[in-house]
């Protein structure tokens, strides 16, 4: 099984810069797709970011594209989210996301597609 947990949420100023990681455990392969997909209250989902375990072109959501970027390392099992020029918009729980191997990334983000998912972690813009 997979397990996935996610850090680095809390409160920022609307500008600022936040990083968001999520350690993997279990077996992922490279071509699991990792994503981040996020919820505010009285909101649907939302696919942020996705990408290949092993690498390659990353996908963005029309909101986030140019503001939010989406990495992998590997050799610590992670992911991130590193997230820029934030705005209140952004507010919302994050969640880290993995699919079985060989599913689509791009579907991942559009349809807010995953079998793993962590518990989440708050991030607040004001």
């Known amino acids: 099984d997979v397990q996935l947990v996610e850090s680095g949420g809390g409160s920022v100023q609307a500008g600022g810069p936040l990083r968001l990681s999520c350690v993997a455990s279990g077996y992922i392969s490279a071509s699991n797709c990792m994503s981040w997909f996020r919820q505010a209250p009285g909101k649907e989902r939302e696919g942020v970011a996705a990408?290949?375990?092993?690498?390659?072109?990353?996908y963005y959501a029309d909101s986030v594209k140019g503001r939010f970027t989406i990495s992998q390392d590997n050799a610590k099992s992670t992911t991130y989210l590193q997230m820029n020029s934030l705005k209140p918009e952004d507010t919302a729980m994050y969640y880290c996301a993995a699919t079985y191997s060989d599913s689509p990334c791009y579907d991942a983000l559009i349809n807010v597609a995953y079998n793993y998912r962590g518990q989440g972690t708050q991030v607040t813009v004001s």
């Open positions: 990408i290949y375990r092993g690498g390659g072109t990353p």
